[in-house]
């Protein structure tokens, strides 16, 4: 429910007296809010215990009673309806209520008083209450703001600067700025906003600045880990991936998701991108954060598994719903299938934690796009194959020569300096046949390691005799690659602006590789190859 419902539905209760009204939320101060306005609007006078005060009247602020321990504020509750009626009571600061403490069985016997006296007692927590306790009246939830409510938020804080400081935020900027910020509460919302305002300008830059903002109020990430994205990390290759992800990211603008939330449509939800290992799968979602900016979080499923009976479903929940919370974000899901393989284990821990997954992948309504990665998808579950699952399933192959190229001069400027002629690089092309970006990654940087070590001279035949005896992941694991090429067929959408029906070096799909364009090491002396 947004704030109006709640507050249409916690006056009816007020009116019908009910002897206990649990507020459930994280947000006191917005709760104590809401009952402000109820008071003046009914014309009803409301008292409030707090531990700095004691009992004050909720409007005027007068004191009622200074007793600020909670106990004392129980005590006075009693007096007071032993002699009056139609009361009521909030509790704002009380606790242990969670289980049958002496303070819930102590409010069991007040809420039975108080329903005889026609009075209520209001309590506000964040913690579950107690099911006795709970059944002596109604429980209801403030729910933190809507996207409606978070625009008018951010407008009310904008407002008294205007004439102050410049402000290039439009209409469509702080609907943007409330898609954002959902999922944080009122007093959190207003911090980020001032934080940016303190800055002397509000500009269009800074709503990047504001997807990140989250990261400072979630800093204890249940099963989730923060991924810091280096700047400027892009495709190389991988067209068809490049072009769905554009036409995707047009659907992320206000106007847009308007339209979808009019149309019944819900924003992207993710992919899954197979294909051979080391062939950049893990970099694409690194690639995406930085291309969309968002925050980037990867969901270990080795992490969640517990020991006890519930506990891994429990946690699998609590990242999920920290996912929820920090978006619109990027969740990355690394190796899928070793998490949600197995589905015939005897404690039917895998198969429940399938059933979770694919519950959420379904009614998820925030902005968490999923970026699953999975090097054999025939070891997942038929079920998260099916079409509507993942928006698209995309499958990335050994890089073509056209890749190679340019995975080749990349990594020898950023590890050796190196600009590269063409006909040098083609040497090099032909050299690096069947090998994944990885590979070629790895041996430069093995030739780096030399050469600042000091073992080797950098020259056209080191770099040259380094691939001549080095290995590929292919020659290694040739069948194991195979297959998943053969499963991959018909499958899955080609990840590569290349579409061929052989697997040969020349026609593979491209791989990805970091972008950023690196500037030179200290080694100005070393010659163009």
Known sequence: MNYNDTKKLLTQYLLARIPLIGINTIEKVRAL?????????????????????????????????????????????????????????????VSELDSETFTARYLVDITTLAEQKSSCVIVITAAPIWIQLQRQGMVIDLELPTEEELFNIIVENIRPYQNQIQIGWDVNDVKEAANILLGISKIEVKNVISSLIAKGSLLKED????????????SNINGLEKINVEDGIAFGGLEGLKKWLDEKEKLLNPEKREEMKKRGIRPPRGILLMGVPGCGKSLSAKAIADRWQRPLYRLDFATIQGRYVGQSEQQLKEAFETAEHVSP??????????????????????????????????????????????NNVKELPAELLRKGRFDEIFFIDLPSDEERREILSLYLEKYLGIKSDHNYLEKLVKLTTNYSGSDIESIIRDIAYQNIAGVSELSPETIENAFKHSVSMYQTNKEKIESIRSWAKDRTINASKIESDTHSSNDAMPQEDTSKDLKKNSQDDIEVL
């Open 33 to 93: 809010e809401l009952l402000t306005e109820i008071a003046k609007e009914t014309n009803t006078n409301m008292k409030v215990h707090s531990m700095s005060k004691g009992f004050t009247n909720l409007v005027t602020g007068e004191a009622y009673n200074n007793d600020k321990l909670m106990m004392g504020a129980l005590d006075y509750i009693v007096e007071e309806l032993k002699t009056s009626e139609n009361q009521i009571y909030i509790l704002s600061d």
């Open 207 to 218: 709503l990047i600045d504001l997807k990140f903002a989250k990261d400072s109020l979630f």
């Open 329 to 374: 974000c990027i969740l990355w899901i690394d190796e899928i299938e070793k998490g949600l393989s197995g589905v015939s284990d005897s404690s039917g821990v895998t198969t429940r934690l399938i059933g979770q997954f694919l519950f959420w992948l379904q009614e998820c309504t925030k902005d968490v796009f999923i970026v699953a990665t999975a």
